[in-house]
């Protein structure tokens, strides 16, 4: 298993303003993801993000707007930036320690005005 | 694409009652199939998972659900839901393709009252 965290755990910002969002996991990991949540939705893959390389968008996604580092094995950020009110969503970090098995953060409630 | 259909959005059951949740996913190839719970305030969890094998599978707090094939089916059940079991679920298909990009179905809210 994994212990994931994430910080903020909320947060209220402006329109045209940048959040940045940290996921720290416990132990080493290849893999991270995230994932979005906007209200009354299921989970979405933003992207996937593997150390040493460059974060993998999925479909819908751009580097521009959701920026992600992966520093080391323990650690990834994912910014929203320039956010509108249709970012306002639940943002979680997950990881996959064993194959097919991925453990998920607290999440990050965003909510833009 | 591959998608994932949950077809009740909420479910509001008394303790005791059987709890059946539906789960249709679209993917001709081979699937791996998971069901998520968040119970209020806590994180995601896995519930139990089916890769291969048997296609009943057993997960944790007396839960299990039935891969059947032929309906693109993976339904959950419980066969008496407790009012701790109050929590949303959901039904994820992961089809590979090079990394395990998990899809979700939209989650079902399921309320026991005691």
């Known amino acids: 298993s994994a212990v994931i965290s994430q910080k903020p755990s909320r947060d209220i910002c402006q329109r045209g303003t940048s959040l940045t969002i940290q996921c720290q996991v416990d132990?080493?990991?290849?893999?991270m993801f995230w994932y979005r949540q906007q209200p009354g939705q299921s989970l979405t893959l933003i992207a996937t993000?593997?150390?040493?390389?460059?974060?993998?968008?999925e479909s819908g996604f751009v580097i521009d707007k959701f920026p992600i580092s992966r520093p080391n094995l323990t650690f990834s950020t994912l910014t929203v930036s320039n956010m509108s009110p249709e970012d306002s969503s639940i943002y979680l970090c997950?990881?996959?320690?064993?194959?097919?098995?991925?453990?998920f953060g607290p999440g990050t409630r965003l909510t833009v005005l | 694409a591959q998608s994932v259909s949950q077809h009740n959005h909420h479910v509001i059951l008394s303790e005791a009652a059987s709890l059946e949740l539906g789960c249709n996913y679209s993917?001709?190839?081979?699937?791996?199939l998971f069901w998520y719970v968040q119970y209020p305030g806590q994180h995601l969890q896995l519930l139990l998972k089916?890769?291969?094998?048997?296609?009943l599978v057993k997960g944790i707090k007396g839960f299990e659900a039935e891969f059947i094939k032929s309906k693109f089916s993976f339904n959950l059940r419980k066969p008496s839901v407790q009012w701790s079991d109050t929590a949303e679920y959901f039904c994820?298909?992961?089809?590979?393709?090079?990394?395990?990009?998990?899809?979700f179905g939209a989650g079902t809210r399921l309320a026991v009252h005691p």
């Open positions: 997950s990881v996959e320690p064993a194959i097919n098995e991925q453990f």
């Open positions: 993917y001709g190839g081979t699937v791996n």
């Open positions: 089916y890769f291969s094998g048997d296609p």
């Open positions: 132990s080493q990991v290849t893999m």
């Open positions: 994820a298909v992961n089809a590979g393709r090079g990394y395990n990009k998990l899809i």
């Open positions: 993000a593997n150390q040493g390389s460059e974060a993998t968008y």
